[in-house]
């Protein structure tokens, strides 16, 4: 793993202490990294409306894309998890929305570290194509 990811990978350790997770004590940290350079961080927010719960992944794409960002390179996400930690089904579905290609450096506390794309994650991904732009 090269230099940018190791650093990648600690701001979404970094942002997983940040975890508001009272209720499964699931932590998850995300970083994102721009075309620009500009790493935006997000965690997990429950919510006792379970259905309202915001995953990390989505926190740090919101804060990008509220502060002007749409280009996306890479995101590392960080989990207490058995293995390294897979986005859900609609973070993957946000993720291929500004980047198929963009790499996903997927990881545990335990230091194992899968590398993707949120293309591979999301085979068959419905996109503006589906909607005839």
């Not at 600690?10 to 790493?39: C, D, I, M, N, W």
């Not at 506390?109 to 909607?131: N, Q, S, W």
């Amino acid at each position: 793993m090269n230099r940018d990811l190791e650093t990648l990978l600690k701001a979404a350790r970094e942002a997983q202490r940040q975890a508001y997770a009272p209720y499964s004590h699931f932590a998850v940290g995300a970083a994102l990294l721009t075309a620009s350079g500009k790493v935006f961080t997000g965690c997990n927010i429950e919510n006792a409306s379970y259905g309202l719960t915001i995953c990390a992944e989505r926190v740090a794409v919101g804060s990008a894309v509220a502060a002007g960002e749409r280009d996306f390179v890479a995101m590392a996400v960080v989990a207490p998890s058995p293995g390294p930690i897979s986005p859900c089904g609609a973070c993957r579905q946000i993720l291929v929305e500004f980047n198929p290609g963009m790499r996903l450096i997927l990881a545990n506390l335990d230091g194992e570290v899968l590398e993707t794309t949120a293309g591979d994650l999301l085979p068959g991904a419905f996109t503006a194509r589906d909607l005839g732009l």
